[in-house]
Every structure is written in C-alpha cells, then in structure tokens.
C-alpha cells in the first residue's frame, strides 16, 4: 500500500539510534543508484550526499532527531535497508524501506490500520479534542486524521508504557552524563551563561503575525524520535511551523549582532548555524534539561513568540507560564519565568537547559536561533590543566 508523502521522512527519522551521535547505514540491495540527501530543519533545500550504488552501503554520522531523504532517479522501486549499531532498525521491527521513482514510501500494511489499534488512536483524538476545547479551528487542524501518522500518535499505539518508560529512562541516564561531562571540555563567553532580554519590537511583531496566520494551515508533526532523550515525540505533540526565506533572513540580521555583542565577539565572527521553524508544544509537552549538539549550538537565542492559554487547561495554567530552568556556568539553578515578546539568550552547549515540568495550556510558540564563533569546537577546547571559565581564546 502507498504510504502519505510524509512517511518517507517519518520512516527514515525513525530508525535513528537514542544516543547522541549515532551512526546510521544505508543498503541498497535493488538495482538502480539511491541518491541519498539530509533533510534540514525547517524550510531549507535537502542537502546532497551522495549516491549509493547497488550491492552497496554508505554510512552517515548522525544526531537525534536528523532526517534523511531517498530518492531513485530511474527505475522500478528499489530495495534499502537503513541499519543502526548493526541492527536494521524501524519501530523494533525489521523493515525493508522500498522508494518509488517518485519518491513516495511503499510497504507493509501500517499499524495504525489494523483493527485493534484503532480504538487507542481514537482514545488519542478525544484527548486532542479536550486540550483544545472551545478552539473549534483548532480541534479541526491539529486532531484531523490526516495527522493520524505523527509519533504521538503512532507511538502510543505500538510501545507500551512500560516499555517507552525502560527506553526512555536509558536514553535520559545518558543524557544526564552528557550534561555533566560536556560543559567542562570547552571555554565559555560569558559570566553567567545566560540573559534576559526583550525580542527586537518590530521582530516580534513579525513573527507574531506569521504565527497567527499560518498556525493553522502550514504547521506539520514534528515527529521528535520516541525516546529521543531531551524531547519525546511520544510524550510531547510538538509542531513546526517553517519560516519563509525573507522572515529567517530578518531573524539572522536582528539577532546576530545582539549575539556577538553579549559574547564579545564581532558579528562577522559569528556563522549562523541553525534557524528552526517556529515550534509549537501543545498541552503535556515536557522538554527535559539537556545541554545542545556541540558542534553547532554555541551561542543561541530562544525568542518567545505566543503563549496560548484556553480550552480545558486555562484555570490551571501555571502564572510563571512554564519556566526555563537552566544551569549557569557554576552550577546555579534558575527558573526564567516565560513572556511574550522576550528573548533569552544563553550558551546551549555549555549550559544544561530544559522546561522539565509539563506545560498547561493551548500552545506555547517559540523559535530557537544558533550560531557558532569562527573556528569552533577545536580552537575552544579547554586544554588538560586549563581552568574552565569566562575566557576570550584568540580567533
């Protein structure tokens, strides 16, 4: 049976390991070159990497999360296996991934249309429609069938409670190491690692106005990995919202001076690493604390774009509006209590960060801006003996 044209991406994020990084290997066993792409965040083009030719396999380093994207440019369907840490991998199934020369995923019959399961996809939807009571357009777009496909629901379906709770508490024990033992490897640009400011005004009231018009006809699944260890698709119903060339243009040219300013850098040092799309949490959402991929998230910004309080949630919703707890550069605790319109800058790869308590509310809309100082990791690397510190090592 033909799949919708958002399971060959779904397919393909699916089979990543829970660690960070993780290799991933591409088989072609058919008869006909796969020309295989990385799929960035957002509304960026599809990155080529390469052909793999058939009878053989090509293995790509890879991060929690990545999407990968197969492609046949002639011929009949052809036949890859996509393996991780030795094992063919897609849901704890062993699956054949078949692309067609359109690019559209065939397969064995979806899970989901068996009918057994129909009755807890259903259960799934009465939930959305109670989180966004009163919210009729709402109701209509985020809990429509034909999402029916994205992990939280999906997720629920084939992974008991028990077993996601075992997955996804190895997958936070190696999360927490890696909040302990990344920090100290390299120097930092600030004091305290983090500051709060409010958002350039006519910034904010762009993205506020592409939130508002587009939330509801353009936004997709985000389809985090079910035991991705910082953010899971089956726990958290995230969506993104992707941000037209001209807006993420707008978003690198406001944000990458105040950036350099508050790490003492000049804005030419600076290379923009990552602008996502707008990312919409829904109700229960949970954003565990973690500290970012080292070789891109340096020196970010979160830009809080709306919160959306109704439905169900709206006499329970927490006053602090769902906090940003994060680590300074000695270790101390904070909470920063979230508002419209304000920007928090931080060190992302240096600073565990995270918003570990559930939200209560309709949505919550933010958007996460990343760049890194010219020369990094390896020119800002503490050296065995060196304190770690606030420290300006030469570019």
Known sequence: MAFRPGFL???L???LAVSEPCSVLFVNQGKHPITLEYVPPGDEPNRYIGQVVPGQQHSEDSHCGHQFALRVEKGPPTTVLIKSAGKVLFKAQTVKV?????????????RLDTPGMRAQVEATRKECHIQFQDHQQDVDYFCSKDFDYRFYVEARVEHTDAEFKKKHGSAMKEREALNRHQPPKFSTFTDVGFKVGSMPQDLHTELLRFHSTERL??????????????????ESDTWLLALPQDLRNKIETSMRPILAKWSGFEPDDLQLTAIYGVRLYHNGSVLYDHVDRVDTHVISAILEVQHMVGGAQADAADKELWPLHILDHDGGQHRVRN???QMILYESATCAHGRPQPFIGREFANVFVHFAPRGWPD?????????????????
């Open 98 to 110: 078949v692309v067609e020369p359109a690019g559209a995923l065939i397969g064995s019959e979806t």
């Open 13 to 15: 994020r699916a089979i």
């Open 9 to 11: 991406l779904l397919a």
């Open 339 to 341: 508002q419209v319109g």
């Open 217 to 234: 006809t353009k936004a997709k699944p985000e389809n985090m990995l079910v035991f991705c260890p910082n953010l899971s698709g089956r």
């Open 379 to 395: 020119k800002f690397r503490v050296q065995p003996g060196q304190p770690r510190g606030f420290r300006h090592p030469e570019l």
